[in-house]
């Protein structure tokens, strides 16, 4: 239950909202938020990966998510796996 809390909370915000707190992240990320981080946490606030994706795409240059995505290169595999279906 306590794993679904920030969902439940995030499925109640606007897009608006919801962009404007993962254009936050973005900014934490480029100050050195690991790049799986940036990406589970965009997905949880955007609702899916597929939303988070587009927002990532929008607010994230070609070259920056081309560094995150290789930035995860020496994570485990899943996390690998997660960091390239959100930016690539």
Sequence with gaps: MLNNIGTEVYATW???QKRSEIQKLVQTYRSGLPASIL???AEAIAGSRGD???HLATLMNLADRLEAISSAEQEK???RRLV???LN
């Design 77 to 79: 595999k899943e996390i």
């Design 39 to 41: 990406c589970m946490t």
């Design 14 to 16: 606007s897009e608006e």
């Design 52 to 54: 988070a994706k587009r």
């Design 84 to 86: 390239r279906a959100v």
